[in-house]
């Protein structure tokens, strides 16, 4: 065989491990997410199993629903106020164009109550909420508070899980309402004041062309969210490694998981509920 | 008592207890030593049923610690963990009447919190503390209020681990004798861990070395000194020459 064959046989060679080692790694890859899937429903599985049988540690669940829901109320309002805005502003920019400014505060409203109002309550509760969780159970973890807690005859899934998942699903929703109602609100100010709009009419298109389902759809969304972000949060901090990098690695996987986990359930009970 | 027989248990491919073999009666006050890495905590874990063992078996009393009734199992035992492991979120007073506030020998508030007051007076603590959060309290004071959370229900069996790691030689002096006290007027068993030869002295009935997964040497207190083992030895006094290898 000639010098210049061999050595393509050798880079053919060459390719075919790196090939092959590329597969490999994807199969890991795949095999590590799959693996992390099983784990994460076998957690929220048991989690619901864990809410339905007692014992409940009630006065953990109420200092959490003022954890989750009351202290979580400025930011979610806050971000609904500007967000109601801005979209008032849009809806009007993009309706003058076909002579449509009169279904400014409509749109507003549907736009608030089914899709921004939940989806942004349950981002900005997975920023403040996924992450504080997760740091509070990892550091309890690294702390040996978790063992602490089981010598204690205490199950962590019990004490720690349960209570956060419940109060989140419970508190979101009507983080939720209130945000909407702040929502509408930031739309009928921008409304009145920059768009020329009257009082009455706007509040009558924002009434008149509202429906129940509207609402409680987004009410729906929100609990689902909340369980979301709580369960991620509670499951992060309990699979945190050790030190601070372990802690600081849960906080992050924490906040974007739910994140991503949150929008792809909205799209999911978007296509539920209102799909053609 | 505490039996264990022929206990494995590895992290990987990391062979922690490679056949444990040791028998704790009932009222003795047992010290482990052993290097850092030895897996001495892991023994105690393994007992609580906190680290499953990969072979053999732990019973106390006769009863499995895998297969019995956890709480019931569980509130046999009072443990003091090495950096305290006191609930950040609850105050000193509810930590240490964690147990006695749920579960099913849950008691009223009041009587639950001057229980606590009474075990926080028994480790040296003023009733004051009971109000304050565990970050307001110095490293010492955390002990003496992870002790007290230990012996809260009044265990039959407590474990103590690394009880005065941390604090310094005169702090150290009052943990051990709190716990040697406690032991004693109480009739508990007990396991502590420790790299402290003044803890060693102090606390314990029998000590048992581990070293390379195994009980490396196992007697009274009173023997250390004349074991004849050269670990032992060169473990007891501190030497970097010896049998145990000083990079690990």
């Known amino acids: 065989m000639s010098a210049g064959a061999a050595g393509q046989q050798q880079q053919r060679r060459r390719q075919g491990s790196a090939a092959l080692r590329a597969l490999a790694a994807l199969g890991r890859a795949t095999r590590h997410l799959l693996a992390a899937i099983g784990h994460f429903s076998r957690y929220a599985l048991l989690t619901l199993m864990h809410m339905l049988r007692g014992p409940f540690y009630l006065r ?7 954890a989750i829901g009351y202290l979580s109320l400025p930011v979610v309002g806050l971000t609904a106020l500007f967000t109601g805005g801005a979209l008032a502003l849009q809806i009007y920019a993009g309706g003058v164009r076909f002579n449509a400014e009169a279904v400014v505060p409509s749109i507003v409203a549907i736009g608030m109550v089914r899709e921004l109002g939940p989806v942004m309550a349950g981002l900005m509760v997975a920023a403040r909420v996924a992450s504080s969780i997760a740091a509070e159970i990892g550091t309890m973890k690294v702390t040996e508070q978790l063992d602490a807690l089981v010598t204690l005859s205490t199950d962590p899934m019990k004490y720690l899980t349960v209570p956060r998942v419940a109060a989140a699903t419970l508190a979101v929703p009507v983080l939720v309402g209130v945000g909407d109602a702040i929502g509408i609100f930031g739309g009928y100010m921008v409304g009145i004041t920059r768009l020329g709009f009257s009082e009455v009419a706007y509040l009558r298109n924002t009434v008149d062309f509202l429906e129940f389902w509207d609402v409680a759809s ?5 609990a689902a969210f909340g369980f979301i972000v709580a369960l991620t949060g509670c499951y992060c901090g309990m699979q945190s490694g050790r030190g601070a990098q372990g802690v600081g690695r ?27 | ?17 490679k056949g444990i073999d040791i028998e704790v009666a009932r009222g003795e006050s047992l010290v482990v030593i052993g290097g850092s890495g030895t ?24 009863h499995d610690a895998l297969t019995a009734e956890r709480t019931a199992f569980l509130a046999r035992f009072g443990m003091l963990f090495q950096g305290g492991a006191l609930f950040d979120s609850l105050p000193v007073w509810q930590n240490v009447a964690f147990r006695l506030l749920q579960g099913r020998g849950k008691r009223p508030r009041d009587a639950a919190r001057d229980t606590a007051i009474g075990k ?16 307001e309290l110095s490293g010492g004071m955390q002990k003496r209020v992870g002790l007290a959370r230990a012996i809260a229900d009044d265990p039959e069996i407590i474990f103590f681990d690394e009880p005065t790691a941390g604090l310094d030689p005169i702090m150290s002096g009052v943990i051990n004798a709190l716990i040697r006290e406690i032991v004693d007027e109480m009739g508990a068993t007990a396991i502590t861990i420790t790299h402290d030869m003044r803890s060693v002295r102090e606390i314990a009935h029998k000590v048992a070395m581990l070293h390379g997964g195994v009980i490396r040497w196992h007697g009274p207190v009173d023997r250390i000194e004349t074991s004849g083992d050269p670990y032992l030895d060169q473990f007891i006094h501190g030497r970097a020459d010896g049998p145990i290898e000083s990079v690990r």
């Not at chain 1, 953990?60 to 003022?66: H, I, T």
């Not at chain 1, 987004?218 to 929100?222: A, N």
């Not at chain 1, 906040?255 to 009970?269: D, G, K, P, R």
């Not at chain 2, 008592?1 to 248990?9: P, W």
């Open chain 2, 39 to 62: 897996g001495k905590s892991v023994l105690i874990k393994c007992i609580l049923g906190l680290v499953a063992p990969d072979a053999g078996r732990i019973t106390v009393d006769g």
């Open chain 2, 120 to 135: 926080l007076r028994r480790v040296g603590l003023k009733p004051e503390v009971a109000d304050l959060m565990p970050a």
């Open chain 2, 1 to 17: 008592m505490i039996e264990l027989q022929n206990v494995h248990k590895a992290f990987g491919r990391n062979q922690v207890l």
């Open chain 1, 250 to 276: 849960a906080t992050k996987t924490a906040v974007v998981a739910s994140a991503v986990m949150i929008l792809a359930a909205n799209y999911l009970l978007t296509e539920l509920f209102f799909s053609a």
């Open chain 1, 60 to 66: 953990e669940l109420g200092a959490q629903l003022y």
């Open chain 1, 218 to 222: 987004g009410l729906v969304k929100g």
